[in-house]
């Protein structure tokens, strides 16, 4: 349960990022280039529809893995500025907060060299 979490957690940080990146990329082209309406209005839909599952998943992760009020908020906050997802879903890697029971203060270790967390 705890792997797949962390899996769809990752996944949707990531995209909701670059989907920020299209985003701005098509927006770039339409204000800047002037290239007309492009791919604003499918860059804007995709990155809504990645950003509603971003906040669900966060949600999901927080009651999963019994995150803090302030490690909620922050992942939430980091839906909103550009890439700050991909920068929350590295620092919570980093710092253990994807770690599953057993693998408290490891940082992160378990899910690069692939161990099973020890169940009590």
Same mark, same amino acid.
């Given at each position: 349960?705890?792997?797949? %979490?962390?899996?769809?957690?990752?996944?949707? %940080?990531?995209?909701?990022?670059l989907?920020?990146?299209?985003l /701005?990329?098509?927006?770039?082209?339409?204000?800047? /280039?002037?290239?007309?309406?492009?791919?604003? +209005?499918?860059?804007?839909l995709?990155?809504?529809?990645?950003?509603? %599952?971003?906040?669900?998943?966060?949600?999901?992760?927080f009651r999963?893995?019994?995150?803090?009020?302030?490690?909620? $908020?922050?992942?939430?906050?980091?839906?909103?500025? +550009? /890439?700050?997802?991909?920068?929350?879903?590295?620092?919570? /890697?980093?710092?253990?907060?994807?770690?599953?029971?057993?693998?408290?203060?490891?940082g992160?270790? %378990?899910?690069?060299?692939?161990?099973?967390? $020890?169940?009590?």
């Amino acid at each position: 349960m705890f792997g797949t %979490a962390v899996t769809v957690f990752r996944a949707v %940080a990531i995209a909701e990022a670059l989907s920020w990146v299209a985003l /701005l990329a098509a927006m770039f082209a339409k204000y800047i /280039l002037g290239l007309g309406e492009g791919g604003v +209005p499918v860059a804007g839909l995709v990155h809504g529809v990645l950003f509603l %599952a971003y906040v669900a998943v966060t949600l999901a992760t927080f009651r999963v893995f019994g995150w803090s009020y302030r490690t909620l $908020a922050l992942a939430l906050a980091a839906g909103v500025p +550009p /890439l700050f997802t991909w920068w929350f879903e590295a620092w919570a /890697l980093r710092t253990g907060r994807l770690d599953g029971p057993g693998c408290t203060g490891r940082g992160g270790v %378990a899910l690069v060299t692939g161990e099973r967390p $020890a169940m009590a």
